[in-house]
């Protein structure tokens, strides 16, 4: 599978983006969800996770009550909501996909990724 993020850029602290993921394929629907951030001179680092049916998600405290996770699987895509941004999101956001249920946290488990989509927020 494919996939190019999209909806990324810059906005000021307080405000909202809604990132887009966009899967190529048929079996779009077999596959976990989820997105990373990686910040300059940092680790990769989990921001949340959907599985194949979008009846579970998985998110760090960091993100709880601002980030949400949504995928529309008849349109191969997944999204993010982030609202209440803050300037410490500023990153670039990754989309992965992988036929795994379990330990979506964790980056290893994903098969394919995204190009990324550079978020960055000011203060």
């Known amino acids: 599978v494919q996939l190019q993020a999209s909806g990324g850029g810059l906005v000021q602290a307080g405000g909202s983006l809604r990132l887009s993921c966009a899967a190529s394929?048929?079996?779009?629907?077999?596959?976990?969800m989820g997105w990373f951030r990686q910040a300059p001179g940092k680790e990769r680092e989990f921001v949340h996770a959907?599985?194949?049916?979008?009846?579970?998600?998985y998110y760090p405290d960091s993100v709880k009550g601002r980030f949400t996770i949504s995928r529309v699987n008849a349109k191969n895509t997944v999204y993010l909501q982030m609202n209440s941004l803050k300037p410490e999101d500023t990153a670039v956001y990754y989309c992965?996909?992988?036929?795994?249920?379990?330990?979506?946290?964790?980056?290893?488990?994903?098969?394919?990724w995204g190009q990324g989509t550079q978020v960055t927020v000011s203060s």
């Open positions: 992965a996909a992988t036929l795994l249920a379990h330990g979506l946290e964790q980056s290893h488990v994903y098969n394919y």
């Open positions: 959907i599985s194949w049916n979008g009846g579970s998600t």
């Open positions: 394929g048929r079996t779009f629907s077999s596959y976990s």
